[in-house]
């Protein structure tokens, strides 16, 4: 009875020491994760519900006092014109930078993935514009479309065409944002693709040609489907960086002329910092986190369709 008691406790005592040697990974763990927990609880959770809370209120930045108003700040965003403008300018601006930013961006790079003369140079020189500051090329931009002293002006004054001030133009300014914008990000998204281009399997790239297949149909039916899931992450971050558009505005435009060029970001720093109305800015911030949070959602619910891992 003795042999088989102490038998018997073996597995007892095996268990307690595995058990007790989880609890100690498991502490080791919450350790660990502990700081970036509390990073993201105070400066990403805590932030947000505060913000939904604060637009549910009219408070205001120079006055202490704010009473709860319920979903007015949604109710008075959703009548504004202003607020559907710069929906409409946002949407425009943030479709039309990011695919004509991957089209131009993935030829550039189907071009350097080729045999080409100084590859590295140009690699240098398409990539160079990514590494500047916002501001300081929305600065050198500014002085580009200079009607009267800018380089476009002077060069299209030289075959008796006369160069309109673009940023204060209701129709141009937008576009013109735009191509300042593409040329930020074009050299980034060509260095990706063509990092992801140059890593496809050239066996595959072999047995298209050997089927018939020529250029285009080898890239479309092969490369360009290895690629998707770069294709997908470029287009997810690219939207959602084109949407959270600030500094072009701040620096080139100011929203105008009359809103033309009016961005969502750029609404809601002026509703918080311009006139002060931090019930309303919140409800703005609070319908941006909602619209991102869609596009992603919807994104990666289609992306099975196209994107092949």
Do not use: C
Not at 207 to 223: I, L, P, R
């Amino acid at each position: 009875m003795a042999v088989q008691s102490a038998g018997m406790g073996k597995p007892a005592r095996s268990t307690f020491f595995r058990w007790t040697e989880r609890r100690r990974e498991y502490l080791a763990f919450l350790i660990l994760i502990f700081p970036n927990l509390t990073q993201l609880a105070v400066w990403t959770y805590w932030p947000f519900i505060n913000s939904i809370f604060i637009s549910i209120t009219d408070w205001n930045l120079l006055s202490p006092v704010h009473e709860i108003v319920g979903l007015n700040n949604y109710v008075a965003l959703f009548q504004s014109p202003t607020f559907w403008q710069v929906m409409r300018n946002t949407v425009i601006f943030t479709v039309g930078s990011i695919f004509i930013r991957l089209g131009l961006s993935l030829a550039l790079a189907v071009l350097l993935n080729q045999w080409l003369i100084a590859r590295g140079f140009w690699r240098l020189i398409i990539f160079s514009p990514h590494i500047t500051t916002t501001a300081a090329m929305a600065l050198v931009w500014s002085a580009m479309y200079d009607p009267n002293h800018g380089p476009i002006a002077a060069v299209l004054k030289l075959f008796g065409i006369q160069f309109p001030n673009v940023l204060a133009n209701i129709q141009w300014v937008l576009p013109a944002l735009m191509l300042v914008a593409i040329w930020k990000a074009l050299g980034f998204s060509t260095v990706i693709f063509l990092a992801a281009l140059q890593g496809v399997d050239r066996e595959l790239k072999d047995a298209a040609a050997v089927d018939g297949a020529n250029m285009w149909q080898a890239f479309w039916h092969v490369s360009f489907p290895a690629i998707s899931p770069v294709t997908y992450f470029l287009l997810i971050t690219g939207l959602i960086d084109a949407f959270q558009t600030f500094d072009l505005v701040s620096v080139m435009t100011n929203g105008g002329p009359v809103n033309a060029s009016n961005l969502y970001v750029y609404y809601l720093y002026r509703e918080s910092f311009h006139y002060y109305r931090m019930g309303s800015a919140s409800a703005i911030a609070v319908i941006f986190f909602t619209i991102v949070m869609t596009m992603t959602y919807v994104q990666n619910r289609f992306a099975s369709r196209w994107v092949h891992y």
